[in-house]
Structure formats: structure tokens, C-alpha cells
């Protein structure tokens, strides 16, 4: 199945420019993903299948004119977010250099002007507020929390993504104000200006 279609079939629309996108984004991955160990699963099918799992949530949560990704790794899910989503400012920010270098070539060749590359660990950025903060397979719910104060802004919003620990995560957390929404094995943790 093309990315189109799977992305149709799951009620997200988009214009042609961002398939075109996508395209030259999986290209990008499985040429430096052999090189530089980049992400585990390089196939065509299972790109489409984490750029599904990245934008799903778009289909639930608010609208935002900022959004900060923390450790984006490969591109999942800040870069396919901000490459959908042209006009949100957006920050990825990632500590290792590798993969800073990967989005940035990715960044430069996609033109994405909307886009902040930050290559620091999330707790000694400094200058950035964001209306949203997203991040996927970091850590727990509890200390990105706590991580990620220095980026939030009074009414800040997050989303998680998640696997099977969530319940627990929430347990120590203690938040409140929040939804989850399932999909196949991911649990989205969408927790509303905190």
C-alpha cells in the first residue's frame, strides 16, 4: 500500500507537495540509515507505517503554532510533523550529533523554514517556549515532564507516545486533564495546557 492510501484509510488528508515530501524523506533515511545506524526498520512499508504513527494524533489534538519534538532520532515524530504542518514553528531537539546531522540534510533539501535543529539535551535549551511538546520512546511520562520545563510555556500542551507502561507512567505523573488514544500498540497521551 502507498503512504497515501494508509494515510487516507486512517482519515488524514494531505496536499500532493507533502507526498512528494515524504518520498524524498524515506529516500534520505534508507541511504543514511545503512550508514549511519539511524533506525532499526528501513523498509519502505515500515517508513509508512512510523510516519502514520508520527501524524495520527493530528487527527485529535488542538491545532498549535509551535511544537518542540524531543529526542527525534531519526525524524519521528517532529521532522514528518513539521514537514506536514509548514507553517508551525517547529524544534527538534536531539543530543546526538549523527542524527542532528541526518535531519538537517533533511531540513536543507526539503527547505523546511519552519524548522529549528537543536543538538543539546532538552534541559539546557534555552530562548525556546513552544505551545506543544511531543516526544516518542524517550522516557517516562514523569520526567519528560519535569525535563521539559524550561521549553513550556504557562499553558503548554503534550503529547506522548507511548507504548504498553502507560497506566503505570500515569500513576507516578499524577496529571490530570488528559486523553489517550489507542492504535494497534501505541498508546497517544495527549495531556491539555498544563
Not at 507537495?17 to 524515506?26: L, Q, R, S, T, W
Not at 539511524?38 to 487527527?59: F, K, M, T, V, W
Not at 510555556?153 to 503505570?168: A, P, V
Request: aromatic share 10%; glycine share 4%; with cysteine.
Amino acid at each position: 500500500m502507498n503512504l497515501k492510501s494508509l494515510l487516507e484509510l486512517n482519515g488524514l488528508k494531505f496536499e500532493d507537495k507533502f507526498y512528494e515530501d515524504c518520498n524524498v524523506f524515506v529516500e534520505l533515511l534508507q541511504q543514511w540509515g545503512k550508514i549511519h545506524n539511524l533506525s532499526g526498520r528501513l523498509s519502505s512499508e515500515d517508513i509508512y507505517e512510523n510516519i502514520l504513527d508520527s501524524l495520527y494524533p493530528l487527527s485529535f489534538i488542538d491545532n498549535y503554532d509551535s511544537f518542540a519534538d524531543i529526542g527525534t532520532g531519526a525524524g519521528y515524530p517532529g521532522l514528518i510533523l513539521a514537514i506536514a504542518l509548514r507553517d508551525v514553528k517547529s524544534y527538534l531537539i536531539e543530543p546526538r550529533i549523527k542524527r542532528v546531522s541526518f535531519l538537517n540534510f533533511v531540513k536543507a533539501s526539503l527547505k523546511l523554514e519552519n524548522l529549528t535543529i537543536i543538538c543539546d539535551r532538552v534541559e539546557k535549551v534555552k530562548d525556546v517556549e513552544v505551545d506543544l511538546i511531543t516526544s516518542r520512546a524517550v522516557t517516562n511520562t514523569s520526567l519528560l515532564l519535569d525535563i521539559t520545563q524550561n521549553i513550556k510555556k504557562e499553558n503548554s500542551s503534550y503529547l506522548f507516545y507511548k507504548g504498553s507502561m502507560l497506566d503505570t507512567e500515569l500513576n507516578e505523573a499524577k496529571v490530570n486533564n488528559y486523553k489517550i488514544v489507542n492504535r494497534k500498540d501505541r498508546n497517544y497521551l495527549y495531556i491539555k495546557g498544563m
